[in-house]
C-alpha cells in the first residue's frame, strides 16, 4: 500500500486539501492530477484497499482500451495507479464509509464518515462510482438486533473479541483472513462455510488448512439459520449443517458474505444526484454545488461514456478548477511533466 493508511478512528484533522470520496482507478488518478498542482489529498473508500469496480469485480481481468497498455489486468493498473500517486503522499481512510456533507463558515467542507468522525477539506471530489461496495448483510431473522455489538461486518478492534467465541461466515479472501487475523486474539475461532471448498487464494487456504490441523481453527460446513441472545449480545447460531441442524456458541460473528454496491450514497448531500449519478459540468466537473465536484462512473453529462479512460481526462479538468478555486493567484494551464523541473522535483525524479 502506497501513502499512509490513515487511522480509521475518530480522527478529524486531515492535513489534505481536497478529499476524494472512492479510490477507484478515477479516484487515485485524480491524486496524481491534483498532486501536480501540489494540492494533497485524503481518499475515503468504505473497501479495505484501493481499485474501486477493478479491485471489486474484475480484479484478474485483463482491460485492453488504457492508453499506452496494449492490455493491462485490472490488478496491476490498480497497482501502478498507486506506484505512480505515492510521491503525493496521499492519506487514506480504508473501511469507512463517507455519510455526509456539509459546508462549513469558512467557506470549506465537513465530511463525515460512518464512524462519526469529520474530515476538513476546502475542496471535495466525489469519484464514488455507482455507489459504494458495502458488506452483504446476512439474512437471518433478528440480525439487525445484534449488528454493530455481536455481529461486525467489518473488522474490529481486536480487544473487542479478546478470548470471545468468534465465528466467520464465507468461504472468500475476506472470510479465510478475518478467521487467521482473530486466531490470535480470540478463545476460539470457528470459519463456518457452506461448501466443502474455499474460493479464496491458495496461500490463505493453505494456512487455513494448517491451522485448522494444528487445532488452532475450526471449520465447520453448514449455514446460519437462526440466532440466540439477549438484547443486543449474541450467544449461539443455529446452524444448518451436514447432519441437520445444532447450535453453535458464538459471542461475535463476522459475516465476510461479499460485497453489493448501495447506490444513492451521496443523496442528501445537495448535489442534485438523479438516479445514482451527479449532473456535472463537462468543463469544470463542479456539481451545482460550488467547491464539490464530479467525476468518473459518478458523474453525468450530455456524452458521458463510462470508461477509465474518460475518468482521467475528468480528473485532469477538475484539476484545473479546484486549483482555480484553492490558488486563485495562479496562472492557469497545464506544465508538461516531460519538462516542468517543478513538476519532476515533486515526483521525486528531477
Ligand atoms: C466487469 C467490468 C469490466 C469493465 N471493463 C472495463 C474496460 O475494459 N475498460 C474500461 O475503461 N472500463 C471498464 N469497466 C468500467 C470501469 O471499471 C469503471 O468505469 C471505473 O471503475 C470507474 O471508476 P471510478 O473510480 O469512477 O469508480 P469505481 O471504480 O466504481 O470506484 C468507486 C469507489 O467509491 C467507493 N464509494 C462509493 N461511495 C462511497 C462512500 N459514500 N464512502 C466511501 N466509499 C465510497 C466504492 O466503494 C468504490 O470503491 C468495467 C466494469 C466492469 C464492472
Redesign the pocket.
Known amino acids: 500500500m502506497t501513502g499512509q493508511a490513515a487511522d480509521a478512528g475518530k480522527s478529524t484533522a486531515s492535513a489534505a486539501e481536497v478529499v476524494i470520496?472512492?479510490?477507484?482507478?478515477?479516484?487515485l488518478f485524480a491524486v496524481f492530477q491534483l498532486g501536480l498542482f501540489d494540492m494533497r489529498c485524503h481518499v475515503?473508500?468504505?473497501?479495505d484497499r484501493p481499485?474501486?469496480?477493478?479491485?471489486?469485480?474484475?480484479h484478474d481481468?485483463p482491460?485492453?482500451?488504457?492508453p499506452g497498455h496494449p492490455r493491462i489486468v485490472a490488478g496491476d493498473l490498480v497497482a501502478r495507479l498507486t506506484q505512480q500517486i505515492a510521491p503525493f503522499a496521499p492519506t487514506y481512510a480504508f473501511g469507512?464509509?463517507?455519510?455526509g456533507l456539509r459546508r462549513r463558515d469558512d467557506g470549506g467542507f465537513g465530511m463525515t464518515l460512518d464512524d462519526g468522525a469529520e474530515l476538513s477539506a476546502r475542496a471535495v471530489v466525489i469519484?464514488?462510482?455507482?455507489?459504494?461496495?458495502v458488506p452483504r448483510q446476512l439474512s437471518v431473522p433478528g440480525a439487525e438486533r445484534f449488528a454493530g455489538r455481536s455481529i461486525h461486518y467489518h473488522a474490529v478492534a481486536p480487544q473487542s473479541v479478546r478470548d470471545s467465541v468468534v465465528v466467520v461466515t464465507g468461504g472468500g479472501d475476506a472470510a479465510l483472513g478475518m478467521a487467521l487475523d482473530l486466531m490470535p486474539v480470540a478463545r476460539k475461532v470457528t470459519l463456518l462455510h457452506r461448501s466443502a471448498g474455499f474460493r479464496a487464494a491458495p496461500a490463505l487456504v493453505g494456512q487455513v488448512l494448517a491451522a485448522r490441523d494444528a487445532g488452532r481453527l475450526a471449520v465447520v460446513r453448514g449455514e446460519v439459520t437462526g440466532l440466540q441472545g439477549y438484547g443486543d449480545r449474541l450467544s449461539a447460531l443455529r446452524v444448518r449443517g451436514e447432519a441437520g441442524e445444532a447450535d453453535l456458541a458464538c459471542a461475535h460473528l463476522f459475516p465476510c458474505l461479499g460485497r453489493v454496491i448501495e447506490p444513492g450514497?451521496?443523496a442528501g448531500w445537495g448535489v442534485g444526484a438523479k438516479d445514482g449519478a451527479i449532473p456535472a459540468s463537462p468543463e469544470s466537473f463542479e456539481t451545482c454545488q460550488s467547491g464539490v465536484y464530479a467525476?468518473?462512473?459518478?458523474a453525468s453529462y450530455p456524452g458521458k461514456l463510462?470508461?477509465?479512460?474518460s475518468?482521467f481526462h475528468e480528473a485532469a479538468l477538475m484539476t484545473q478548477a479546484v486549483r482555480k478555486r484553492l490558488r486563485p493567484g495562479a496562472r492557469p494551464g497545464q506544465s508538461y511533466t516531460s519538462s516542468s523541473t517543478d513538476v519532476q522535483r515533486r515526483l521525486g525524479v528531477g
Not at 475515503?44 to 473497501?47: A, G, K, M, T
Open positions: 470520496i472512492g479510490a477507484g482507478p478515477v479516484g475515503v473508500d468504505i473497501l481499485g474501486g469496480q477493478c479491485a471489486e469485480l474484475y481481468k482491460i485492453y482500451d488504457i469507512r464509509q463517507a455519510v469519484a464514488a462510482g455507482a455507489g459504494a461496495f450514497t451521496v467525476i468518473g462512473d459518478a463510462p470508461l477509465i479512460l475518468g
